[in-house]
């Protein structure tokens, strides 16, 4: 299952997190669109990917991908209300 969210308004939304290139917002984008992100295996293996992607420690990946989904949980219940 891949992201729904528009490309360009979640990049600009994850750019906001400090220390992030557009590069690496593509990069995130694009894991997170080729995988599942619901579950625990989706969030190990999106995490994995980060770090082989992005040259970035566990705890950074792990951070990147709290900040994903907050981004997206936000998008998705600002949509429903």
Request: charged content about 35%.
């Amino acid at each position: 299952m891949g992201m729904k969210m528009n490309k360009e308004k979640f990049i600009s939304k994850l750019i906001e997190n400090p220390n992030r290139s557009t590069d690496e917002c593509n990069i995130i984008y694009d894991v997170l669109n080729e995988n599942g992100i619901i579950g625990r295996k989706s969030k190990e293996k999106i995490k994995q990917e980060f770090i082989e992607n992005l040259k970035v420690s566990e705890k950074e990946a792990n951070e990147i991908y709290n900040t994903c989904m907050g981004i997206i949980m936000k998008d998705f219940f600002s949509k429903n209300n």
